[in-house]
């Protein structure tokens, strides 16, 4: 468990650096390049670690492909916040990222069969289904109006290209720290939730089949947390206001799956409303 938590945490730290990288580079080349670059380089780099020979690599592999996978998030946030009605970004931004949930949701569908039959390598092999959808970015995603004028704007006037520093100027530097203080602390609780798969086996008994399934169902239902969320925010109250509400609800449900629920049926309503809420706040984050 301790090795397990270690690789996670390795895991994070790299990607995330390397995904700051990469909102760099997506400001200087384009959001549809990066984010084609990002879509063929995530599944090549799982479908890898079905070959792993070692540990070290499984995890070398695994950081790079949740580098790239992490990357693709504020890419197509950004796009669609640049070609989005601003009275309705809200909105867009989290029907955009109900895929998560949703992609969650699909996968525990068929990795218990995978797994029973053939063994865990081949579940990493379904990545290679999602190359072909670089041809839909490639062929249907053009650059966002609002990109094209700032490069265009950059040329003229001669500018730097933007680098990680530009976000700590003056003019910046309190509101990102403020929100890496906020977004780090929020994913510092998302970050526990990885091992829900692993605590169900070992804390609770149930068979890997069985704790697949349940986390895939709670990430179906917290799919219509991610709309609920973005409704809230856009129309009923302030989208700070909804963060801070979902987070709250969230983290309260988490608690009481962990130390309250005791059966089956307490602790799947207790995991959806806590998948409803505390996953759903990032559809306003």
């Given at each position: 468990?301790?090795?397990?938590?270690r690789?996670?945490?390795?895991?994070?730290?790299?990607?995330?650096l390397?995904?700051?990288q990469?909102?760099?580079?997506?400001?200087?080349i384009?959001?549809?390049?990066?984010?084609l670059?990002?879509?063929?380089?995530?599944?090549?780099?799982?479908?890898?670690?079905?070959?792993a020979?070692?540990?070290?690599?499984?995890l070398?592999?695994?950081?790079?492909?949740?580098?790239?996978?992490?990357?693709?998030s504020?890419?197509?946030?950004?796009?669609?916040i640049?070609e989005?009605?601003?009275?309705?970004?809200?909105?867009?931004?989290?029907?955009?990222?109900?895929g998560f949930p949703?992609?969650?949701?699909?996968?525990?569908l068929?990795?218990?069969?995978?797994?029973?039959?053939w063994?865990?390598?081949?579940?990493?092999?379904?990545?290679?289904?999602?190359?072909?959808?670089?041809?839909?970015?490639?062929?249907?995603?053009p650059?966002?109006?609002?990109?094209?004028?700032?490069?265009?704007?950059?040329?003229?006037?001669?500018?730097?290209?933007?680098?990680?520093?530009?976000?700590?100027?003056?003019?910046?530097r309190?509101?990102?720290i403020?929100?890496?203080?906020g977004?780090?602390?929020?994913?510092?609780?998302?970050?526990a939730?990885?091992?829900l798969?692993?605590y169900?086996?070992?804390?609770?008994?149930?068979?890997?089949?069985l704790?697949?399934?349940?986390?895939?169902?709670?990430?179906?239902?917290?799919?219509?947390?991610?709309?609920a969320?973005?409704?809230?925010?856009?129309?009923?109250?302030?989208?700070?206001?909804t963060?801070?509400?979902?987070?709250?609800?969230?983290?309260?449900?988490?608690?009481?799956?962990i130390?309250?629920?005791?059966?089956y049926?307490?602790?799947?309503l207790?995991?959806?409303?806590?998948?409803f809420?505390?996953?759903?706040?990032y559809?306003?984050?």
């Open positions: 468990v301790v090795d397990r938590g690789y996670i945490a390795i895991t994070f730290v790299i990607s995330g390397l995904v700051t990469i909102g760099v580079l997506t400001d200087r384009g959001r549809q390049r990066t984010l670059g990002a879509t063929l380089l995530t599944p090549i780099f799982v479908a890898a670690m079905a070959w020979p070692n540990t070290w690599m499984l070398v592999l695994r950081t790079l492909g949740f580098g790239a996978a992490g990357a693709q504020p890419i197509t946030v950004t796009t669609v640049e989005s009605p601003s009275r309705l970004r809200g909105l867009f931004s989290g029907v955009l990222q109900i949703l992609g969650f949701f699909f996968a525990s068929i990795v218990p069969f995978i797994y029973s039959t063994g865990w390598q081949y579940i990493f092999l379904l990545a290679l289904l999602f190359l072909p959808y670089g041809w839909v970015i490639y062929r249907y995603l650059e966002p109006e609002a990109w094209l004028k700032v490069r265009d704007a950059r040329k003229a006037n001669k500018e730097n290209h933007p680098t990680t520093r530009d976000i700590f100027a003056p003019e910046y309190r509101r990102t403020l929100l890496f203080i977004q780090f602390l929020c994913v510092f609780a998302f970050g939730t990885i091992l798969t692993a169900f086996r070992e804390s609770k008994g149930w068979d890997a089949e704790a697949i399934q349940t986390v895939g169902l709670s990430f179906g239902i917290g799919a219509f947390g991610y709309v969320a973005a409704f809230v925010g856009e129309f009923l109250t302030s989208r700070r206001n963060i801070v509400i979902w987070c709250i609800l969230g983290g309260l449900a988490f608690a009481a799956m130390w309250l629920s005791s059966g049926t307490q602790i799947v207790a995991f959806c409303t806590m998948t809420f505390f996953y759903g706040s559809a306003v984050i």
